[in-house]
């Protein structure tokens, strides 16, 4: 079993920067990969970031290259998500998600899920 919790979000200007945190426990995390998806109200869900846990290697849609960046702690198994540039479409609850099927786009590929973290960026 896999605990995730997120936190760091909250209210921003456009423009302005957060720094997403997810904090993982109950497992080694060897083989894993660690995402960030994020849900808007009425709309899906939303592929954001990932990383593969041993190598580091990020993966990004193209939408996020250049403003999100992801990175991970090893010594306080932390996975971060760094936003600049944010945009009032940004708006979203934002979540944690770990699986070992590899790094991932879709949603149904994670196993763990955190609840959630709330981002809204003011006009």
């Known amino acids: 079993q896999v605990q995730l919790v997120e936190s760091g979000g909250g209210l921003v200007q456009t423009g302005g920067s957060l720094r997403l945190s997810c904090a993982a426990s109950g497992s080694t995390f060897s083989g894993y990969a660690m995402a960030w998806f994020r849900q808007a109200l009425g709309k899906e869900r939303e592929f954001v970031s990932a990383?593969?846990?041993?190598?580091?290697?990020?993966d990004y849609p193209d939408s996020k290259k250049g403003r999100f960046t992801i990175s991970r702690d090893n010594a306080k198994n932390t996975v971060h998500l760094q936003m600049n540039s944010l945009k009032p479409e940004d708006t979203a609850v934002y979540y944690c998600a770990a699986g070992r099927s590899g790094v991932l786009q879709t949603a149904k590929s994670y196993d763990y899920w955190g609840q959630g973290t709330q981002v809204t960026v003011s006009s």
């Open positions: 990383i593969d846990w041993m190598s580091g290697r990020p």
